[in-house]
């Protein structure tokens, strides 16, 4: 079994930054393409960028050029740092990852997530 914990949240105002970390645990495993989505109250889950296994990131165009997403492989740990936070950054941020496990194959994973308030 392989778990995520996401770590890093809390309450910023406006403009400052946090990094958000998810740390993958587990044996004999491999995390390949690993997600940030976020969650605000009353909206649907919503994509905010993804980094390949050969550190390649990708943004929606809500985040661009303000989050920044980074792995560190031997760790098995991903980060999200976000600069320049606005209170619409307001939300639950989840990872999900594209995880193989040597004893069963790939499948996906889900952490719990880790709430981000930005206050204005």
């Known amino acids: 079994q392989v778990h995520l914990v996401e770590s890093g949240g809390g309450l910023v105002q406006a403009g400052r930054s946090l990094r958000l970390s998810c740390a993958a645990s587990?044996?004999?495993?491999?995390?390949?393409?690993v997600s940030w989505y976020r969650q605000a109250p009353g909206k649907q889950r919503e994509l905010v960028g993804y980094?390949?296994?050969?550190?390649?990131?990708n943004y929606a165009d809500s985040v661009k050029g303000r989050f920044t997403i980074s792995r560190d492989n031997a760790l098995n740990t991903v980060y999200l740092q976000m600069d320049n936070l606005k209170p619409e950054d307001t939300a639950v941020y989840y990872c999900?990852?594209?995880?193989?496990?040597?004893?069963?194959?790939?499948?996906?994973?889900w952490g719990q997530g880790t709430q981000v308030t930005v206050s204005s």
């Open positions: 999900n990852a594209n995880v193989y496990v040597r004893s069963k194959g790939s499948d996906m994973y």
């Open positions: 587990g044996s004999d495993f491999s995390l390949n393409v």
């Open positions: 980094i390949t296994r050969d550190a390649v990131p």
